[in-house]
Protein backbone atom coordinates (compact mmCIF):
# COMPACT_ATOMS: atom_id res chain seq x y z
CA UNK A 1 0.00 0.00 0.00
CA UNK A 2 1.19 3.40 -1.02
CA UNK A 3 1.80 6.45 1.09
CA UNK A 4 -1.06 8.54 -0.50
CA UNK A 5 -3.49 5.56 -0.28
CA UNK A 6 -2.51 4.70 3.29
CA UNK A 7 -2.23 8.04 4.23
CA UNK A 8 0.78 11.20 6.10
CA UNK A 9 -0.61 13.14 8.64
CA UNK A 10 0.97 11.23 11.49
CA UNK A 11 4.19 12.63 9.80
CA UNK A 12 2.74 16.26 10.19
CA UNK A 13 2.69 15.33 13.72
CA UNK A 14 6.03 14.20 14.11
CA UNK A 15 6.71 18.21 12.55
CA UNK A 16 4.73 19.58 15.46
CA UNK A 17 6.71 17.31 18.20
CA UNK A 18 9.87 18.89 16.13
CA UNK A 19 8.78 22.54 16.60
CA UNK A 20 8.04 21.92 20.08
CA UNK A 21 11.54 20.21 21.07
CA UNK A 22 13.34 23.23 19.21
CA UNK A 23 11.62 25.61 21.53
CA UNK A 24 11.99 24.04 24.52
CA UNK A 25 16.07 23.42 23.77
CA UNK A 26 16.27 27.25 22.53
CA UNK A 27 14.86 28.26 26.43
CA UNK A 28 16.92 25.33 27.76
CA UNK A 29 20.33 26.59 26.10
CA UNK A 30 19.87 30.72 26.40
CA UNK A 31 21.55 30.43 29.78
CA UNK A 32 24.74 28.47 27.92
CA UNK A 33 25.34 31.63 25.71
CA UNK A 34 24.46 34.24 27.83
CA UNK A 35 26.83 32.90 30.73
CA UNK A 36 30.34 33.86 28.35
CA UNK A 37 28.88 37.06 28.50
CA UNK A 38 31.03 39.94 30.92
CA UNK A 39 27.91 41.67 31.90
CA UNK A 40 25.95 38.95 33.33
CA UNK A 41 28.79 37.32 34.82
CA UNK A 42 29.56 40.28 36.65
CA UNK A 43 25.58 40.73 37.81
CA UNK A 44 25.60 37.06 38.92
CA UNK A 45 28.68 37.57 41.42
CA UNK A 46 27.78 41.03 42.59
CA UNK A 47 30.30 42.87 40.60
CA UNK A 48 30.18 46.44 39.48
CA UNK A 49 29.34 46.99 35.79
CA UNK A 50 33.01 47.72 34.61
CA UNK A 51 34.66 46.07 37.33
CA UNK A 52 37.87 43.51 36.37
CA UNK A 53 36.78 40.02 36.41
CA UNK A 54 39.59 37.88 38.46
CA UNK A 55 40.81 34.47 38.06
CA UNK A 56 39.28 33.83 41.30
CA UNK A 57 36.32 35.33 40.27
CA UNK A 58 36.13 32.96 37.55
CA UNK A 59 36.56 30.17 39.47
CA UNK A 60 33.99 30.99 41.51
CA UNK A 61 31.45 31.98 39.09
CA UNK A 62 32.12 28.56 37.64
CA UNK A 63 31.52 26.31 40.41
CA UNK A 64 28.20 28.34 41.03
CA UNK A 65 27.46 28.16 37.50
CA UNK A 66 27.40 24.02 38.12
CA UNK A 67 25.33 24.03 40.84
CA UNK A 68 22.91 26.45 39.12
CA UNK A 69 23.34 23.87 36.30
CA UNK A 70 22.33 21.11 39.21
CA UNK A 71 18.96 22.66 40.09
CA UNK A 72 17.96 22.54 36.36
CA UNK A 73 18.83 18.61 36.41
CA UNK A 74 16.98 17.99 39.83
CA UNK A 75 13.88 19.90 38.88
CA UNK A 76 13.79 18.01 35.42
CA UNK A 77 14.36 14.45 37.86
CA UNK A 78 11.23 15.29 39.65
CA UNK A 79 9.18 16.82 36.98
CA UNK A 80 10.01 14.30 34.31
CA UNK A 81 8.63 11.13 36.31
CA UNK A 82 5.62 13.48 37.59
CA UNK A 83 5.13 14.16 34.03
CA UNK A 84 5.02 10.79 32.46
CA UNK A 85 2.65 9.51 35.19
CA UNK A 86 0.23 12.84 34.69
CA UNK A 87 0.88 12.45 30.98
CA UNK A 88 -0.50 8.72 30.79
CA UNK A 89 -3.40 9.86 32.48
CA UNK A 90 -4.59 13.08 30.83
CA UNK A 91 -3.44 12.65 27.46
CA UNK A 92 -0.83 14.22 25.54
CA UNK A 93 -2.60 16.93 24.79
CA UNK A 94 -3.41 18.43 27.69
CA UNK A 95 -0.44 17.28 29.41
CA UNK A 96 1.80 18.37 26.88
CA UNK A 97 0.51 21.98 27.04
CA UNK A 98 0.73 22.49 30.44
CA UNK A 99 4.74 21.13 30.49
CA UNK A 100 4.93 24.29 27.56
CA UNK A 101 3.06 26.83 29.72
CA UNK A 102 5.29 26.47 32.93
CA UNK A 103 8.31 26.09 30.81
CA UNK A 104 7.60 29.20 28.82
CA UNK A 105 6.90 31.08 32.08
CA UNK A 106 10.16 30.41 33.37
CA UNK A 107 11.71 31.19 30.60
CA UNK A 108 10.32 34.92 30.66
CA UNK A 109 11.45 34.86 34.51
CA UNK A 110 14.71 34.43 33.63
CA UNK A 111 14.90 38.19 32.80
CA UNK A 112 14.00 38.91 36.15
CA UNK A 113 16.90 37.59 38.23
CA UNK A 114 19.60 39.50 39.72
CA UNK A 115 21.94 36.88 41.17
CA UNK A 116 23.08 33.03 40.91
CA UNK A 117 20.65 32.16 43.69
CA UNK A 118 17.76 33.35 42.02
CA UNK A 119 18.21 31.65 38.89
CA UNK A 120 18.80 28.42 40.88
CA UNK A 121 14.94 28.96 41.39
CA UNK A 122 14.03 30.32 37.74
CA UNK A 123 16.00 27.15 36.86
CA UNK A 124 14.30 24.81 38.62
CA UNK A 125 10.80 26.14 37.69
CA UNK A 126 12.36 25.41 34.02
CA UNK A 127 12.98 21.63 34.90
CA UNK A 128 9.89 21.43 35.97
CA UNK A 129 8.13 22.70 33.03
CA UNK A 130 11.08 21.20 30.44
CA UNK A 131 10.33 17.77 31.54
CA UNK A 132 7.22 17.14 30.25
CA UNK A 133 8.61 17.61 26.66
CA UNK A 134 9.84 13.79 26.28
CA UNK A 135 7.30 11.82 27.74
CA UNK A 136 4.76 13.57 25.55
CA UNK A 137 6.55 13.37 22.79
CA UNK A 138 7.76 9.79 23.20
CA UNK A 139 4.09 8.81 23.78
CA UNK A 140 2.51 11.08 21.09
CA UNK A 141 4.88 8.95 18.60
CA UNK A 142 3.60 5.55 20.52
CA UNK A 143 0.15 6.52 19.47
CA UNK A 144 0.73 7.53 16.40
CA UNK A 145 3.17 5.53 14.65
CA UNK A 146 3.58 1.08 14.25
CA UNK A 147 6.58 0.42 15.76
CA UNK A 148 8.60 -0.42 12.88
CA UNK A 149 8.59 3.34 12.06
CA UNK A 150 9.10 4.70 15.88
CA UNK A 151 12.49 4.87 15.78
CA UNK A 152 13.02 7.48 12.52
CA UNK A 153 9.76 9.58 13.78
CA UNK A 154 12.14 9.89 17.06
CA UNK A 155 14.88 10.94 15.34
CA UNK A 156 12.86 13.44 13.11
CA UNK A 157 11.58 14.88 16.31
CA UNK A 158 14.62 14.19 18.02
CA UNK A 159 16.31 16.52 15.58
CA UNK A 160 14.91 19.25 17.20
CA UNK A 161 17.03 19.83 19.49
CA UNK A 162 20.17 20.38 17.62
CA UNK A 163 17.66 22.83 15.75
CA UNK A 164 17.13 24.59 18.89
CA UNK A 165 20.62 24.76 19.84
CA UNK A 166 21.50 25.90 16.18
CA UNK A 167 18.81 28.51 16.39
CA UNK A 168 19.70 29.97 19.76
CA UNK A 169 23.74 29.91 19.19
CA UNK A 170 23.23 32.29 16.08
CA UNK A 171 20.25 34.55 18.07
CA UNK A 172 21.16 34.64 21.41
CA UNK A 173 24.90 36.07 21.42
CA UNK A 174 23.32 38.63 18.89
CA UNK A 175 20.31 39.52 21.05
CA UNK A 176 22.99 39.53 24.15
CA UNK A 177 25.78 42.18 22.34
CA UNK A 178 22.61 44.52 20.96
CA UNK A 179 20.47 44.28 23.80
CA UNK A 180 21.80 43.19 26.41
CA UNK A 181 21.31 39.21 28.38
CA UNK A 182 17.55 39.93 29.45
CA UNK A 183 15.73 40.64 26.75
CA UNK A 184 17.14 37.10 24.88
CA UNK A 185 15.89 35.67 27.83
CA UNK A 186 12.52 37.66 27.27
CA UNK A 187 11.97 36.99 23.45
CA UNK A 188 13.03 33.10 23.80
CA UNK A 189 10.79 32.79 26.67
CA UNK A 190 7.77 34.07 24.58
CA UNK A 191 8.06 31.38 21.66
CA UNK A 192 6.63 29.06 24.00
CA UNK A 193 3.67 30.36 24.52
CA UNK A 194 3.11 30.84 20.31
CA UNK A 195 3.89 26.93 20.19
CA UNK A 196 1.36 26.44 22.89
CA UNK A 197 -1.67 27.97 21.08
CA UNK A 198 -0.08 25.90 18.18
CA UNK A 199 -0.66 22.62 19.70
CA UNK A 200 -3.72 23.15 21.58
CA UNK A 201 -5.61 23.91 18.66
CA UNK A 202 -4.03 21.28 16.04
CA UNK A 203 -3.58 18.42 17.96
CA UNK A 204 -6.10 15.27 18.90
CA UNK A 205 -5.23 11.76 18.90
CA UNK A 206 -5.26 9.96 15.69
CA UNK A 207 -8.58 7.96 16.52
CA UNK A 208 -10.69 11.26 17.00
CA UNK A 209 -8.71 14.03 14.37
CA UNK A 210 -10.49 14.74 11.69
CA UNK A 211 -7.56 14.48 9.00
CA UNK A 212 -6.92 11.00 9.26
CA UNK A 213 -8.04 8.29 6.72
CA UNK A 214 -9.21 4.94 8.34
CA UNK A 215 -6.32 3.48 6.04
CA UNK A 216 -3.94 5.42 7.90
CA UNK A 217 -5.69 4.38 11.16
CA UNK A 218 -5.72 0.63 10.21
CA UNK A 219 -1.94 1.30 9.05
CA UNK A 220 -0.72 3.27 12.74
CA UNK A 221 -2.68 -0.11 14.76
CA UNK A 222 -1.39 -2.59 12.33
CA UNK A 223 1.25 -4.29 14.58
CA UNK A 224 0.04 -3.36 18.11
CA UNK A 225 -0.19 -6.05 20.23
CA UNK A 226 -3.31 -6.92 22.15
CA UNK A 227 -2.78 -5.17 26.03
CA UNK A 228 -5.40 -4.42 28.63
CA UNK A 229 -6.69 -1.18 28.65
CA UNK A 230 -6.78 -0.47 32.40
CA UNK A 231 -3.76 2.21 33.94
CA UNK A 232 -0.67 0.69 34.10
CA UNK A 233 0.23 1.49 38.16
CA UNK A 234 3.10 2.95 38.40
CA UNK A 235 4.80 1.48 41.32
CA UNK A 236 4.88 -1.90 39.30
CA UNK A 237 6.94 -0.56 36.07
CA UNK A 238 9.93 -0.62 38.81
CA UNK A 239 9.40 -4.37 38.84
CA UNK A 240 10.55 -5.04 35.33
CA UNK A 241 14.46 -5.60 33.97
CA UNK A 242 12.67 -3.77 30.90
CA UNK A 243 12.09 -0.18 32.79
CA UNK A 244 16.02 -0.52 34.11
CA UNK A 245 17.40 -0.94 31.43
CA UNK A 246 16.18 1.92 29.60
CA UNK A 247 16.53 3.87 33.20
CA UNK A 248 20.14 2.71 33.20
CA UNK A 249 21.16 3.89 29.89
CA UNK A 250 19.24 7.01 30.35
CA UNK A 251 21.39 7.56 33.89
CA UNK A 252 24.74 7.11 32.15
CA UNK A 253 24.40 8.71 28.80
CA UNK A 254 22.40 11.60 29.27
CA UNK A 255 24.56 13.74 31.96
CA UNK A 256 27.19 13.58 28.85
CA UNK A 257 24.50 15.23 26.44
CA UNK A 258 23.90 17.70 29.00
CA UNK A 259 27.54 18.66 30.00
CA UNK A 260 27.77 19.55 25.94
CA UNK A 261 24.77 21.53 25.88
CA UNK A 262 25.94 23.85 29.56
CA UNK A 263 29.46 23.80 28.84
CA UNK A 264 30.99 23.75 25.46
CA UNK A 265 30.43 27.34 24.85
CA UNK A 266 32.83 28.12 27.67
CA UNK A 267 34.56 24.96 26.25
CA UNK A 268 35.26 27.32 23.54
CA UNK A 269 35.44 30.68 25.07
CA UNK A 270 37.88 29.89 27.83
CA UNK A 271 39.77 26.60 27.10
CA UNK A 272 43.45 27.20 27.80
CA UNK A 273 44.31 23.99 25.19
CA UNK A 274 42.81 25.46 21.84
CA UNK A 275 44.85 28.66 20.32
CA UNK A 276 42.02 30.19 18.84
CA UNK A 277 38.99 31.39 21.89
CA UNK A 278 35.73 32.29 20.79
CA UNK A 279 33.76 35.10 22.07
CA UNK A 280 29.83 35.78 21.38
CA UNK A 281 30.41 37.36 18.47
CA UNK A 282 32.20 34.56 16.68
CA UNK A 283 30.71 31.28 18.39
CA UNK A 284 28.05 30.82 16.11
CA UNK A 285 29.28 28.99 13.38
CA UNK A 286 31.02 26.38 14.78
CA UNK A 287 27.71 25.70 16.95
CA UNK A 288 26.29 25.31 13.28
CA UNK A 289 28.30 22.89 12.46
CA UNK A 290 28.16 20.56 15.46
CA UNK A 291 24.20 20.70 15.57
CA UNK A 292 23.83 20.35 11.95
CA UNK A 293 25.96 17.11 11.68
CA UNK A 294 24.13 16.20 14.69
CA UNK A 295 20.71 16.68 13.24
CA UNK A 296 22.09 14.38 10.51
CA UNK A 297 23.12 11.55 12.97
CA UNK A 298 19.86 11.61 15.03
CA UNK A 299 18.04 10.83 11.72
CA UNK A 300 20.50 8.44 10.41
CA UNK A 301 20.89 6.65 13.35
CA UNK A 302 16.83 6.52 13.55
CA UNK A 303 16.69 5.32 10.35
CA UNK A 304 19.24 2.97 10.27
CA UNK A 305 17.95 0.63 12.91
CA UNK A 306 14.74 0.86 11.13
CA UNK A 307 16.25 -0.09 8.00
CA UNK A 308 17.92 -2.91 9.83
CA UNK A 309 14.63 -4.07 11.21
CA UNK A 310 13.05 -3.69 7.64
CA UNK A 311 16.46 -5.88 6.46
CA UNK A 312 14.67 -8.96 8.73
CA UNK A 313 16.51 -8.51 11.85
CA UNK A 314 15.16 -8.17 14.98
CA UNK A 315 14.62 -5.52 17.29
CA UNK A 316 17.04 -6.45 19.73
CA UNK A 317 19.80 -6.74 17.01
CA UNK A 318 18.73 -3.86 15.30
CA UNK A 319 18.68 -1.35 18.20
CA UNK A 320 21.95 -2.59 20.05
CA UNK A 321 23.87 -2.63 16.52
CA UNK A 322 22.92 0.80 15.97
CA UNK A 323 24.01 2.47 19.57
CA UNK A 324 27.14 0.43 19.23
CA UNK A 325 27.95 1.95 16.30
CA UNK A 326 27.21 5.41 18.11
CA UNK A 327 29.00 4.22 20.85
CA UNK A 328 32.64 3.69 18.95
CA UNK A 329 31.82 7.33 17.25
CA UNK A 330 31.87 8.85 20.55
CA UNK A 331 35.04 7.13 21.47
CA UNK A 332 37.48 9.55 20.23
CA UNK A 333 36.33 12.72 21.79
CA UNK A 334 38.52 12.77 24.40
CA UNK A 335 41.42 14.15 21.61
CA UNK A 336 39.13 16.94 21.65
CA UNK A 337 39.91 18.38 25.36
CA UNK A 338 43.93 17.79 24.42
CA UNK A 339 44.40 19.44 20.97
CA UNK A 340 45.28 22.90 19.90
CA UNK A 341 43.55 23.17 16.70
CA UNK A 342 39.83 24.59 16.75
CA UNK A 343 38.85 22.86 13.65
CA UNK A 344 39.73 19.14 15.00
CA UNK A 345 37.97 20.15 18.04
CA UNK A 346 34.95 21.15 16.28
CA UNK A 347 34.90 18.05 14.39
CA UNK A 348 35.37 15.61 16.61
CA UNK A 349 32.67 17.25 19.00
CA UNK A 350 30.28 17.15 15.84
CA UNK A 351 30.81 13.13 15.32
CA UNK A 352 30.14 12.67 19.48
CA UNK A 353 27.00 15.13 19.71
CA UNK A 354 25.71 12.81 15.91
CA UNK A 355 26.60 9.72 17.61
CA UNK A 356 24.89 11.08 20.85
CA UNK A 357 21.54 12.05 19.94
CA UNK A 358 21.36 8.60 17.16
CA UNK A 359 21.68 6.93 20.44
CA UNK A 360 19.08 8.53 22.07
CA UNK A 361 16.76 8.14 18.77
CA UNK A 362 17.19 4.56 19.48
CA UNK A 363 16.94 4.55 23.52
CA UNK A 364 13.48 6.88 23.04
CA UNK A 365 12.06 4.01 21.16
CA UNK A 366 13.02 1.00 24.04
CA UNK A 367 9.45 2.40 25.73
CA UNK A 368 7.23 2.04 23.21
CA UNK A 369 8.72 -1.53 22.11
CA UNK A 370 8.78 -3.31 25.39
CA UNK A 371 5.69 -1.68 27.06
CA UNK A 372 2.05 -0.90 25.95
CA UNK A 373 1.09 2.44 25.08
CA UNK A 374 -0.58 3.27 28.52
CA UNK A 375 2.96 2.80 29.82
CA UNK A 376 4.88 4.43 27.37
CA UNK A 377 4.69 7.85 29.30
CA UNK A 378 5.35 6.48 32.56
CA UNK A 379 8.14 4.37 31.54
CA UNK A 380 10.07 7.31 29.73
CA UNK A 381 9.42 9.14 33.26
CA UNK A 382 11.55 7.01 35.11
CA UNK A 383 13.95 6.47 32.80
CA UNK A 384 14.42 10.51 32.43
CA UNK A 385 14.18 11.21 36.01
CA UNK A 386 17.35 8.89 35.96
CA UNK A 387 18.80 10.33 33.42
CA UNK A 388 18.13 13.53 35.64
CA UNK A 389 19.60 12.57 38.71
CA UNK A 390 22.84 11.05 36.53
CA UNK A 391 22.95 14.45 35.34
CA UNK A 392 22.46 16.46 38.13
CA UNK A 393 24.84 14.66 40.11
CA UNK A 394 27.46 15.24 37.24
CA UNK A 395 26.69 19.02 36.84
CA UNK A 396 27.40 19.40 40.77
CA UNK A 397 31.12 18.88 40.56
CA UNK A 398 31.61 20.08 36.63
CA UNK A 399 32.17 23.30 37.36
CA UNK A 400 34.74 22.72 40.33
CA UNK A 401 36.18 20.04 37.96
CA UNK A 402 36.53 22.50 35.10
CA UNK A 403 37.26 25.53 37.02
CA UNK A 404 40.55 23.66 39.17
CA UNK A 405 41.35 21.08 36.66
CA UNK A 406 40.27 21.71 33.07
CA UNK A 407 38.18 20.36 30.68
CA UNK A 408 40.14 17.00 30.01
CA UNK A 409 38.97 14.94 32.67
CA UNK A 410 35.33 15.40 31.62
CA UNK A 411 36.14 14.64 27.81
CA UNK A 412 37.80 11.17 29.14
CA UNK A 413 34.90 10.64 30.78
CA UNK A 414 32.01 11.02 28.26
CA UNK A 415 34.67 8.90 25.29
CA UNK A 416 34.02 5.34 27.15
CA UNK A 417 30.57 6.26 29.27
CA UNK A 418 28.49 4.62 26.34
CA UNK A 419 30.33 1.68 25.25
CA UNK A 420 29.97 0.65 28.90
CA UNK A 421 26.21 1.96 29.08
CA UNK A 422 25.61 -0.85 25.97
CA UNK A 423 27.12 -3.62 27.63
CA UNK A 424 24.85 -2.62 30.92
CA UNK A 425 22.03 -2.53 28.71
CA UNK A 426 23.12 -5.77 27.11
CA UNK A 427 23.14 -7.53 30.54
CA UNK A 428 19.62 -6.34 32.07
CA UNK A 429 17.77 -7.05 28.90
CA UNK A 430 20.48 -9.91 26.60
CA UNK A 431 17.14 -10.17 24.52
CA UNK A 432 14.23 -7.39 24.37
CA UNK A 433 11.17 -8.68 24.81
CA UNK A 434 7.91 -6.99 25.64
CA UNK A 435 7.42 -6.96 29.52
CA UNK A 436 4.20 -8.83 30.13
CA UNK A 437 1.98 -6.53 31.83
CA UNK A 438 -1.17 -8.82 32.03
CA UNK A 439 -1.33 -9.73 35.05
CA UNK A 440 -0.71 -6.07 36.80
Same mark, same amino acid.
Given at each position: MTSERIGNYRWRIVMLLFAATTINYIDRNVLSFTMIDEDFKREMIGLAAGQPISDADNI =?????? @????????????? @??? =?? @??LIDRIGTRRGYAISMFVWSIAGVLNAFVGSLGTMSVTRFLLGLGESGNFPSAIKTVAEWFPKRERSFANGIFNAGTNVGIIITALTVPWLTLNYGWRVSFIVTGLLGFVMLGIWWTTYRRPGKHPQVTQAELDYINSDQEKTPEKKIPWASLLTYRQTWAFAMGKFMTDPVWWFYLTWLPDFFNSNEALDQKLDLKSIGIPFLIIYLVSDVGSIFFGWLSTKFIEMGWSINRARKTTMLICAVCVFPIFIASTTSNIYIAVALISLATAAHQGWSANMYTFASDLFPRQAVASVTGIGGMCGAIGGALFAAVTGIIIGRVGYEPLFIIASGTYIVALAVIHFIVPKMQPANVEGV
Amino acid at each position: MTSERIGNYRWRIVMLLFAATTINYIDRNVLSFTMIDEDFKREMIGLAAGQPISDADNI =LYKEWM @GYVDSAFKWAYAI @GYV =LA @GWLIDRIGTRRGYAISMFVWSIAGVLNAFVGSLGTMSVTRFLLGLGESGNFPSAIKTVAEWFPKRERSFANGIFNAGTNVGIIITALTVPWLTLNYGWRVSFIVTGLLGFVMLGIWWTTYRRPGKHPQVTQAELDYINSDQEKTPEKKIPWASLLTYRQTWAFAMGKFMTDPVWWFYLTWLPDFFNSNEALDQKLDLKSIGIPFLIIYLVSDVGSIFFGWLSTKFIEMGWSINRARKTTMLICAVCVFPIFIASTTSNIYIAVALISLATAAHQGWSANMYTFASDLFPRQAVASVTGIGGMCGAIGGALFAAVTGIIIGRVGYEPLFIIASGTYIVALAVIHFIVPKMQPANVEGV
